[in-house]
């Protein structure tokens, strides 16, 4: 797969954000564009710019590890987007036929997984892959996203529920700096594992039927999910500002199980008991449900 035009707007982008006085040069004359010139980026990173030139074209097959690193330190990279820069770099050279079908394959969650996730019925919690798919989740988690999980057009997906779902933007406090991590979450994830095609039909869903997720891809922003803080407002509970963490199964094919916490003595622990114990009922209520079939007339 060429990921030219990835690498060629990644490059891009980084340089126009970037002014001569950030990166300590001096600004001479009238700049038609933004940022730096790719000379000043060149001769930041220690290359020609004939060099540079042919990067920013998205040719970064061979490149050497301490270019990368130089170009890194000249674009003013964070550690996400130095890590995605690799990535990119790694794509593009030769993939072998094996390669691109392990790219295929979809992980699936060890039983194991499964009772530690459900072993935490005061959490939610969810087991998320690398499409930002909920794959496995415990009572309280499928509560805590219960509007997800009774949109069949979501598919259980929590980049579809942002952008397609009306009520994410009721149910995010800070939907537009979630939708953004998702977005940069997939982004990060398309550079690293370009032979998922899955992943590339999600993305293309995703830029056909939603405008602000295209624009949001354009901007070829990246971010990891780790830990933070999301404030909710979850339709039955109300506002609910919980800690995130998020935890990475290695050599597990980019899983990660995802925990939602509460501080001790504070309102938003109370609202996760309330939403415990809705759950724990309903739960119940459908089990009961499935359960009861017409009686054999046996005793």
């Known amino acids: 797969m060429d990921n030219r035009d990835a690498v060629s707007a990644f490059l891009r982008s980084r340089r126009e954000r970037i002014t001569p006085e950030q990166a300590g040069l001096p600004a001479y004359g009238q700049r038609r564009v933004p940022g730096l010139r790719r000379g ?41 987007e130095r890590m995605y820069l690799y990535d990119l770099a790694r794509a593009a050279g030769p993939a072998p ?29 969810y087991v998320m892959n690398n499409r930002l798919d909920a794959l496995a989740a415990n009572q309280l988690g499928r509560a805590l996203y219960s509007e997800m999980y009774t949109d069949p057009a979501c598919g259980a997906n929590v980049a579809r529920f942002a952008f397609f779902n009306p009520a994410a933007k009721r149910f995010y406090a800070d939907w537009e700096r979630m939708a953004r991590f998702a977005v940069g979450a997939l982004r ?52 609910l500002e919980l800690d995130q963490e998020t935890m990475s199964l290695p050599g597990e094919g980019g899983l ?40 054999t007339g046996r005793p």
């Not at 094996?98 to 935490?120: C, H």
């Not at 039927?209 to 407002?233: A, P």
């Not at 199980?257 to 415990?276: I, K, W």
Request: zero cysteines; hydrophobic letters at 40%; proline letters at 6%.
């Open 40 to 80: 000043e980026v060149a001769a930041l990173a220690g290359v020609s710019v004939e060099y540079y030139t042919r990067l920013e074209r998205g040719s970064l097959r061979g490149v050497s590890d301490s270019v990368l690193d130089a170009l890194a330190q000249a674009l003013r990279l964070d550690d996400t």
């Open 188 to 239: 990060i994830e398309a550079g690293k594992n370009p032979y998922d095609r899955q992943l590339s039909n999600l993305i293309g869903e995703l830029s056909t039927r939603s405008d602000v997720f295209r624009v949001m891809w354009g901007s070829h922003d990246v971010h990891v999910f780790r830990q933070s803080t999301k404030r909710l407002n979850h339709p039955l509970v109300g506002a």
């Open 97 to 125: 036929a094996v390669r691109a079908r392990q790219r295929e394959a979809r992980p699936t969650v060890r039983p194991s997984v499964v009772r530690i996730v459900e072993g935490m019925p005061q959490l939610p919690a």
């Open 256 to 295: 990660s199980v995802v925990v939602y916490s509460a501080p001790p003595e504070t309102a938003a622990e109370d609202g996760l008991r309330l939403l415990a114990s809705w759950s724990a009922t309903t739960g119940h209520e459908q089990d009961a449900r499935s359960t009861n079939r017409p009686s």
